[in-house]
């Protein structure tokens, strides 16, 4: 392992993409990390977790650290900040941040580094949060252990909360963490961690939890922090979009080890490590639709169980034999960016041959649309809400609130929406989970909205649900084999022929015999997921309602199971219900598109008109806000919206999206009619339906 | 259907980070803990003195000697009672009473709260109805709600057994609901749910299994509660009768007479001690090893 820590940090700052003011000031690294080991002692075995990473982080710059679940990078954020969890250890190598050695620093001192040199935000502000404490408390205690009086505090808080843009800070600041919604969680937790001026923010995924509207406010603060306060960002994340939206530079992590780093214009231009390029090529765009994803075939490497040679030599499509036997260096292979890959090195060709072909799928929705629809959604209201008041009357909680759909087999129905929108209530109350509250629901010719128990057979046969978490929807005490044979037992299957109907299903899906007989735990995020849609064709359905089924999944992961669902559905004609919030993924599969918000569709059509030219500006907002993994894009304009979705309960007058829409009413005040008249769904000029009283505006006003 | 990803991922090992959780060998798990192993070791003792009684005191426990009130001795190591007899051996004898009570009121406390609480996953409101009548037995100070049992039942060892069972149930039986209502929420079941398996075998199926484990655990801890109740009914002289002897009854007559025989209560007090110790601590490792997952 060569640690070569002159070399990383380029002091030209990157051309594109860097705001003005942005630029570092000094070309000396405020952090510099060499040679770090990490390591988990436990029962069986030492796990190391970190091995041997290095890299160097200047003064406000922003730098991503992107790998999958395992590969180290929350556990290198927390070995800088000294915090890492029991009973992980730090085996050697050197930590320097603004000049001095951290892991030699006594704990005494590395407290009062802590908050003031160095700060982090976490993944979940929920439970970054005191619910106890007020958010001014809480940021006033960030600043009086370090010694602010009490007074001053106070001014600071108000002062920080009003920095990461919380309205009404006067009022809000004696507020609790439950009266803020997710993304107003995430600002206040930045306010904390602001709170001393450090140099260096550690942010773990701020993001991952938040929607994508919401995600692109939290980004764009953390941007304009960084031209503001000079902050420097280490930024981990899974996602490329974000790294290719905010980051500078770019430290790749697979297998404990950092796979390569440089400037991230550099590293998403050409990529000098098979997992980067893989890594980019798996990823859905929004942009585009058509070929099939390249998938990076396998699963991440287990800490505990890594290979002995490169880590990811096992899934590598160029891997030779001596990537197997001894771990390639990291090596600058062009300016500023560095691989530790042999075959890179040698000048070789880093991708394998492509395995799949292109291939055009025509839109279903044209040709088909004399076949009749499997499923038929009419004006469907579902009321989630059991309060009662005083007299005993439910006050109604529409969740779905008059949605209308239809989806044909072969054909795939996309379901985008932020989360609260209603899309998971929609599908389980096709499958009767929940009960409708008015409309109809027909399952292939008949319908059964009133789920009794014939329709309710009817349902289960023509329809089968794939869960977003494959680990929470299996069982965790019966096999897979016995799982699968209650979905068999279902449709009638029994006995010999229920064993060959299991290991064929097993097949469809791409695992094996030998995996009937083992638990849930004794596998993979993808390999579960393979399990739960072998589950869901047990009894040869007609559609599948695909609730989420790869947001759960490592980026790797996502891009098998995409293409098993492309296969399956061309192989056995089935028609997919696909819910997402990612709206790259719903594009990569589906004919057709519907947005829903507030517990309505407020935009469906034909993908490739909804993506290509949105009408409703729900949708151009979405779309804006979704980072795309590739660094032409920084130049865009990006609508970000204010505030959030408003609760389902409390709806607002007229369209449900004025609150927040950026040519409604709160930008236009002479749009009265958007407050006062529900708009409907109805056709626009360019080929799809929008409820909006003024469809096509946005779009116009920044097409790309 | 065989591109190379997709056969790639099978070859890729599944992860076996855990043991296999097949039920029995993580109860086994709870035994190899050091705790777990000292209370079994303790317990399977008093278990095999409290079968082999009638063996290794061949004479049953009402043998009479002229030697009352003895201290401890090398023939009477915890000393004699009022009529002569060895308190070693009636300390015996009145562990396998107590013993045999708490394996009779536990497992049927057990199963039949268990089943009351369960109830309401199948008939909402019969199960709301046993939620309310849990409550009432709640309701009363569980010791006094014994004697009352007691009281109205006569004094004696079935009694002894009806209110130990009658206390149980609402443990078991809250238990049992919020682990069923916990699972009916969980995404398996909702996903047998969408597959149209019947109310019945979901029950059977998935939720019982996964609600069981916490019950086992509260049935270790429950006998603890029983031998507890029985050695303070006995106390009272409201538990077993004579001449069949028990640790409450031995207690009781033990205090009466401590002025004449200071040992006499020590050598009772100090099984009850060992049999509660080592339920308890087997309940604690059994807790600690099952509720991990």
């Known amino acids: ?704 | 259907m065989s591109t190379s990803d997709i056969d790639a991922a099978v070859a890729a090992p599944a992860r076996r980070r855990f043991a296999v959780p097949a039920s029995l060998a993580r109860y086994g798990a709870a035994f190899r803990t050091p705790r777990g192993m000292v209370a079994t070791a303790v317990l399977l003792v008093l278990v095999a003195l409290a079968l082999l009684a009638p063996v290794i005191f061949a004479g049953g426990y009402d043998v009479q000697s002229s030697d009352s009130f003895a201290g401890p001795s090398g023939a009477h190591l915890f000393g004699t009672d009022e009529l002569g007899r060895d308190l070693l051996v009636r300390s015996v004898y009145g562990l396998r009473t107590d013993l045999l009570l708490v394996l009779l009121a536990v497992p049927v406390s057990g199963i039949i709260g268990s089943l009351l609480g369960l109830s309401g996953a199948v008939w909402p409101r019969f199960g709301t109805l046993m939620q309310r009548f849990f409550d009432i037995i709640i309701g009363f100070p569980s010791f006094i709600l014994a004697l009352c049992v007691v009281v109205v039942l006569g004094a004696n060892f079935t009694s002894t057994v009806v209110a130990i069972t009658i206390l149980g149930l609402p443990g078991f039986g809250r238990l049992a609901r919020s682990g069923a209502l916990e699972q009916q929420g969980r995404e398996y079941v909702i996903a047998a749910r969408t597959l149209g398996v019947s109310r019945r075998r979901i029950l059977t199926r998935h939720i019982v299994p996964n609600t069981a484990d916490p019950l086992i655990v509260h049935a270790a801890i429950f006998a603890v509660n029983a031998v507890f109740i029985e050695s303070g009914l006995g106390l009272l002289g409201l538990g077993v009768q004579p001449p069949q002897p028990s640790l409450g009854s031995l207690l009781n007559n033990g205090m009466r007479h401590v002025r004449e025989m200071g040992f006499y209560p020590i050598g009772p007090m100090l099984v009850l001690l060992l049999l509660a110790l080592s339920l308890s601590m087997l309940s604690d490792s059994l807790n600690e090893r099952v509720n991990r997952r």
């Open chain 1, 1 to 704: 392992m060569t640690a070569a820590p002159d070399t990383t940090v380029p002091t030209t700052p990157s051309t594109s993409g860097t705001p003005a003011g942005g630029e570092p000031t000094s070309t000396s690294s405020l952090l510099e990390v060499e040679d770090l080991q990490v390591s988990f002692p436990t029962p069986r075995g030492v796990v190391k977790a970190v091995n041997g990473v290095s890299f160097r982080l200047g003064e406000g710059r922003i730098l991503g650290i992107v790998g999958e679940s395992g590969s180290g990078k929350s556990v290198t954020a927390r070995a800088v900040m000294r915090m890492l969890r029991e009973p992980g250890r730090v085996d050697g190598g050197r930590v320097t941040l603004g000049g001095r050695d951290v892991l030699a620093l006594p704990e005494k001192e590395m407290r009062g580094i802590r908050g003031e040199e160095v700060a982090m935000v976490f993944q979940d502000p929920q439970a970054a949060l005191n619910p106890v404490m007020t958010v001014g408390d809480q940021i006033s205690e960030a600043l009086r252990v370090h010694g602010t009086p009490k007074q001053q505090a106070r001014q600071r808080a108000v002062e920080l909360l009003r920095q990461v843009g919380i309205p009404d800070v006067e009022r809000t600041v004696d507020q609790y963490p439950h009266e803020f919604s997710g993304g107003m969680r995430q600002r206040v937790v930045i306010a904390i961690a602001l709170a001393n001026k450090p140099k260096l923010l550690i942010a773990d995924e701020p993001t991952t939890a938040l929607d994508v509207t919401i995600q692109a406010q939290i980004l764009e603060l953390l941007v304009d922090l960084r031209d503001e306060l000079g902050v420097a960002i280490v930024m981990i994340t899974h996602d490329m979009g974000v790294v290719a939206e905010l980051c500078d530079d770019l430290v790749v992590m697979y297998g404990g080890r950092v796979v390569e780093t440089g400037p991230v214009q550099q590293v998403f231009t050409e990529q000098r490590h098979p997992y980067t390029k893989a890594l980019l090529r798996a990823v859905p765009r929004a942009d585009e639709h058509g070929d099939r994803l390249t998938a990076i075939p396998g699963a991440p490497p287990n800490p505990a169980d890594l290979p002995p040679g490169c880590s990811f030599a096992p899934r590598c499509p160029v891997a030779q034999d001596r990537c197997r036997e001894s771990v390639p260096p990291l090596e600058e292979l062009a300016p500023g960016q560095r691989a530790a890959c042999f075959v890179s090195a040698d000048g070789g060709e880093l991708s394998g041959e492509r395995t799949t072909t292109s291939r055009t799928r025509s839109a279903r929705a044209d040709t088909d649309t004399d076949t009749a629809p499997v499923l038929v959604v009419e004006d469907l209201r579902t009321n989630v809400s059991r309060k009662r008041s005083l007299l005993g009357k439910i006050t109604p909680v529409y969740a779905v609130d008059g949605v209308s759909l239809e989806v044909r087999s072969g054909e795939t129905l996309g379901l985008v929406g932020e989360s609260g929108c209603g899309k998971s209530t929609l599908s389980r109350t096709i499958v009767g989970i929940n009960e409708a509250a008015a409309g109809t629901i027909t399952v292939d010719g008949s319908d059964v909205t009133a789920m009794g128990a014939e329709d309710r057979r009817h349902v289960a046969e023509t329809i089968q649900y794939v869960f977003q978490d494959p680990f929470a929807s299996l069982n965790p005490r019966r096999t897979i084999g016995q799982s699968i044979g209650e979905a068999l037992e279902m449709a009638r299957v029994s006995g010999a022929e229920a064993r060959s109907r299991a290991s064929e299903l097993m097949d469809t899906v791409g695992l094996n015999d030998g995996h009937l007989g083992r638990y849930p735990h004794e596998f993979s995020g993808g390999q579960r997921q393979r399990v739960g849609i072998a589950r869901a064709l047990a009894k040869e359905p007609k559609l599948l309602i695909c609730d989420e089924p790869v947001s759960a999944l490592d980026v790797s992961i996502q891009a098998q199971i995409i293409n098993l669902l492309e296969e399956l559905r061309e192989e056995l004609d089935l028609g997919y219900l696909f819910i997402a919030h990612d709206l790259s993924v719903v594009r990569h599969l589906s004919d057709r598109v519907a947005v829903m918000y507030l517990g309505r569709i407020v935009e469906t059509g034909p993908a490739a008109e909804v993506y290509g030219n949105p009408q409703h500006p729900y949708t151009v907002s979405l779309l804006s806000s979704t980072p795309e993994p590739t660094v032409d894009e920084r130049t865009r304009e990006r609508i970000v919206l204010t505030g959030d979705m408003p609760s389902p309960a409390n709806p607002p007058s007229g369209c449900p999206f004025r609150t927040r829409c950026p040519i409604g009413p709160l930008f236009q005040k002479d749009r009265e009619v958007c407050e006062t008249e529900r708009p409907a769904l109805t056709l626009t000029p360019a080929g799809q339906s929008a409820a909006c009283h003024f469809p096509g505006e946005l779009a116009e006003g920044v097409s790309a």
